[in-house]
């Protein structure tokens, strides 16, 4: 049973509202003080509180009601606050309600509007104390991860970041090939060396090569090795990164860009530890830890016959998927924070400027949007103008009656945007009447 505390010294008040509340199975508690009911919250939980706005008899300042509420508000931030007066004041009202009051009515109430109110305030709360244990919980498992495994560094907070590097930490330890797939400036590297730093290798050697950073013809000599005069301009042998590598972990970045006879070379590497330089016929063995990563669609390379399907399969024995940034956004402003440059901090609307970007470069455009504002700041304040984003194309706004809009996107919306109905209206691209009707239709309270 939800809880309302009413402050009110006049008795009879107390008392009206008690059995209005008691008639929709609201317990009510009552206090005739300002202090008396600091009293209350500091010892029990409260869903909302009613509170008049005038305690003394020889004054309607609402001196003391605005007093009242903003001792509550510093101490329970989240706690919704109505405030009722039979003086009222529209000046008071309009700077209390911007301080963060959830109403402001008049005695005599109207019923119908102050249950209306208050069930939705109590909705409400118990709307962020949900998102408060989530974030209890993701902050715990968070935790958790970075006491147990060394995360190099690594910058998140959404749940489907954490959940990947729970599960990259989860099979590092593991002697199997893994496949880090995901978009460009996604963060695959970073991934990877999760992997490796927890393995049963981590002390050995990491090496690392990205296959479309070099021609096709020098992709082999790279991986294997090669001898004098194996192609042009070898002039003495070297050794590959296989053989670099060999007791510890190889990192094969770009991997769709592997020639198809590298490929097959690969394939025998991965099946048997066995392979021979460019330009020899002498077999090496190695034992060697394979993680590749691509942003490549390695199934339609195959069915293009660009990519080997045994290959494919012989990589994949684990494949974790790093999301865009775009699908963690929650990752978006401690990314942003960690790469700010010393001094510098950004403004709210910066803030939301970033979170409202598609980011289709990642954390690597990201990364550069922080650097590049950086410069262009002229204080410690990085503005909207100083990041400079470039606009995101148009969307269409979808309809209020649209079924693609569903509960738990309108849910999700809700939560990223802190419970306030607007943020999440521009999200979801409909107007703040149409996310209204919208939630109406899939069953969730009004705010």
Known sequence: MSTILVIDDNPAVATALEVLFSLRDFQTICAESPPDGLAILARQRVDVVIQDMNFRADTTSGEDGAALFRTIRARFPELPVILLTAWTHLESAVELVKAGAADYLAKPWDDHKLLTTVHNLVELSETRRELARRRS?????????????DLRGAVFADPAMERMIALACQVARADVPVLVT???GA????IAEIVQANSAVREAPFVTLNCGALPSELIEAELFGAEIGAYTGASRAREG???SADGGTLLL??????SSNGQMKLL????????????SNRERQVKVRVISATNADLPAMIRAGTFREDLYYRLNTIELRVPPLAQRADDILPLARHFLAAGKQLT???????????????????????????????????????????????????????????RAAIEAALARAGGVIAQAATELGLSRQALYRRMEKVGIPRE
Do not use: C, M
């Open 348 to 406: 709210a609307d910066a803030r939301e400027a970033l979170r409202r970007h598609t980011w289709p470069g990642n954390v690597r455009e990201l990364k550069n949007a922080l650097q590049r504002a950086a410069l262009l700041a002229a204080g410690p304040e990085i503005t909207v103008a100083d990041l400079a984003l470039p606009a995101a194309s148009p969307v269409p706004s979808p309809s209020p009656s649209d079924d693609t809009i569903d």
């Open 182 to 184: 995901g978009p460009n």
């Open 137 to 149: 919980d993701e902050d715990r498992r968070r935790t958790e991860l970075e006491q147990r495994y």
């Open 187 to 190: 963060g695959k590297e970073k």
């Open 268 to 279: 025998r590497v991965l099946e048997t530890g066995r392979f021979e330089r460019l330009g």
């Open 241 to 243: 990164k296989f053989e």
């Open 253 to 258: 970045d770009e991997i769709g860009n592997l």
